[in-house]
């Protein structure tokens, strides 16, 4: 056999391994993504329990959504955009939650803001007596 001959032979089972290994990448499906969709799920809880649905509704709605979503995808096995939906709705609650805590802190700071003046105005009324 002449080296071109072995050179093309060699060629020939290299492309075929990269092909096969080609097809066995595309045939094997990513796993579901049941960590993600746990964690967009708790996100989700943690937002509902931060006040989400009073001071971060559209955030809190779209994240809902989206989890609703990546749990539709995980029934119809499409784990590549269930495992998106999931992050998403993750970010999107964590959203939720941080605005709704922030809400909230400034409510309470205009409380005690408030509390300040009416004690102030009442220290001066008493002071001139």
């Given at each position: 056999?002449?080296?071109?001959?072995?050179?093309?032979?060699?060629?020939?089972?290299?492309?075929?391994?990269?092909?096969?290994?080609?097809?066995?990448?595309?045939?094997?499906?990513?796993?579901?993504?049941t960590e993600q969709f746990a964690?967009?799920?708790?996100?989700?809880?943690?937002?509902?329990?931060?006040?989400?649905?009073?001071?971060?509704?559209?955030?809190?709605?779209?994240?809902?959504?989206?989890?609703?979503?990546?749990?539709?995808?995980?029934?119809?096995g499409n784990y590549r955009d269930?495992?998106?939906?999931?992050?998403?709705?993750?970010?999107?609650?964590?959203?939720?939650?941080?605005?709704?805590?922030?809400?909230?802190?400034?409510?309470?700071?205009?409380?005690?803001?408030?509390?300040?003046?009416?004690?102030r105005e009442e220290l001066a009324?008493?002071?001139?007596?």
């Amino acid at each position: 056999m002449t080296d071109s001959v072995a050179s093309k032979r060699r060629l020939g089972r290299a492309a075929t391994a990269v092909a096969l290994a080609m097809l066995a990448g595309c045939a094997t499906a990513p796993p579901a993504p049941t960590e993600q969709f746990a964690v967009g799920r708790a996100a989700v809880a943690d937002a509902v329990s931060a006040g989400g649905a009073e001071f971060a509704p559209v955030a809190l709605q779209s994240a809902q959504d989206k989890l609703d979503r990546a749990n539709a995808a995980m029934a119809a096995g499409n784990y590549r955009d269930a495992r998106r939906y999931a992050e998403d709705a993750e970010v999107d609650a964590k959203l939720a939650a941080a605005t709704a805590r922030s809400r909230k802190a400034e409510r309470a700071l205009a409380e005690v803001e408030a509390g300040i003046r009416t004690l102030r105005e009442e220290l001066a009324r008493v002071s001139l007596r």
